[in-house]
């Protein structure tokens, strides 16, 4: 997209929205950087239904779901391990209101905690959201695939290869008709790597391949055209 800066993606964001016919009871996943009043509204008004991350962005917000979930102890499911750590995950649902919590549409929060333990020193953070689907439209393993689902697709396939892999973020281009190109390059050439970078088993791993090969990427690119 053109443009740069949180601003024009939120209202990028929210322009797409609006362009849509109808989301006809679809579920609008989003970070905490739409996590926002007009956003929520615009969702609702055509037709769907928002899950949003809750962070400090929103600081009255947040705190209000945090006493919510205070006094609630998660009960964690099986461990499994996972990158390199084991995790244990626990998920907890509480009905709200739009006038209790100052937020509108809002009928549900959730609260996901993740345990992890890496060479035997063990971690606990909490994620929280805010949706507007009523407390009991979802068992809690759904709520946990609606969540699951946003950051294993949007966050990690596409915003982690593109920033973290890719570097991303570190732009400091000011010129909008650059840094879209940019993207779209980015875009071009994520979906030429995604079924090559197979043999290398990671994108960090086929990157530094390619680096360490100039002909491999070259060749890459004449295959695709």
Same mark, same amino acid.
């Given at each position: 997209?053109?443009?740069?800066?949180?601003?024009?993606?939120?209202?990028?964001?929210?322009?797409?929205?609006?362009?849509?016919?109808?989301?006809?009871?679809?579920?609008?996943?989003?970070?905490?950087?739409?996590?926002?009043?007009?956003?929520?509204?615009?969702?609702?008004?055509?037709?769907?239904?928002?899950?949003?991350?809750?962070?400090?962005?929103?600081?009255?917000?947040?705190?209000?779901? *945090?006493?919510?979930?205070? $006094?609630? %102890?998660?009960?964690?499911? &099986?461990?499994?391990?996972?990158? @390199?750590?084991? /995790?244990? +995950?626990?998920?907890?649902?509480?009905?709200?209101?739009?006038?209790?919590?100052?937020?509108?549409?809002?009928?549900?929060?959730?609260?996901?905690?993740?345990?992890?333990?890496?060479?035997?020193?063990?971690?606990?953070?909490?994620?929280?959201?805010?949706?507007?689907? *009523?407390?009991?439209?979802? $068992?809690? %393993?759904?709520?946990?695939? &609606?969540?699951?689902?946003?950051? @294993?697709?949007? /966050?990690? +396939?596409?915003?982690?290869?593109?920033?973290?892999?890719?570097?991303?973020?570190?732009?400091?281009?000011?010129?909008?008709?650059?840094?879209?190109?940019?993207?779209?390059?980015?875009?071009?050439?994520?979906?030429?790597?995604?079924?090559?970078?197979?043999?290398?088993?990671?994108?960090?791993?086929?990157?530094? %391949?390619?680096?360490?090969?100039?002909?491999?990427?070259?060749?890459?690119?004449?295959?695709?055209?």
């Amino acid at each position: 997209k053109k443009g740069e800066g949180e601003t024009c993606e939120l209202k990028s964001s929210q322009k797409l929205i609006r362009e849509q016919v109808v989301l006809d009871g679809k579920t609008v996943t989003a970070d905490a950087l739409h996590n926002q009043h007009k956003t929520a509204r615009i969702i609702i008004e055509k037709g769907g239904n928002y899950l949003l991350q809750v962070k400090g962005n929103q600081g009255n917000l947040l705190k209000h779901i *945090e006493e919510v979930f205070a $006094s609630i %102890a998660p009960r964690y499911g &099986l461990a499994k391990k996972a990158h @390199g750590r084991i /995790e244990q +995950r626990a998920i907890a649902v509480a009905q709200t209101h739009a006038m209790w919590i100052g937020f509108p549409h809002a009928r549900s929060v959730v609260a996901i905690w993740l345990k992890s333990e890496r060479n035997g020193k063990e971690t606990i953070a909490v994620r929280y959201y805010i949706s507007s689907h *009523e407390l009991d439209d979802h $068992s809690k %393993a759904k709520w946990h695939l &609606l969540i699951r689902g946003h950051w @294993g697709g949007v /966050e990690n +396939r596409n915003h982690w290869s593109r920033d973290a892999v890719w570097c991303e973020d570190a732009t400091r281009s000011r010129n909008p008709n650059l840094v879209g190109n940019l993207a779209l390059l980015r875009n071009a050439l994520l979906s030429i790597a995604e079924q090559e970078r197979i043999a290398y088993g990671s994108l960090p791993a086929f990157t530094e %391949a390619m680096q360490a090969n100039q002909k491999l990427p070259f060749n890459l690119i004449t295959k695709a055209l």
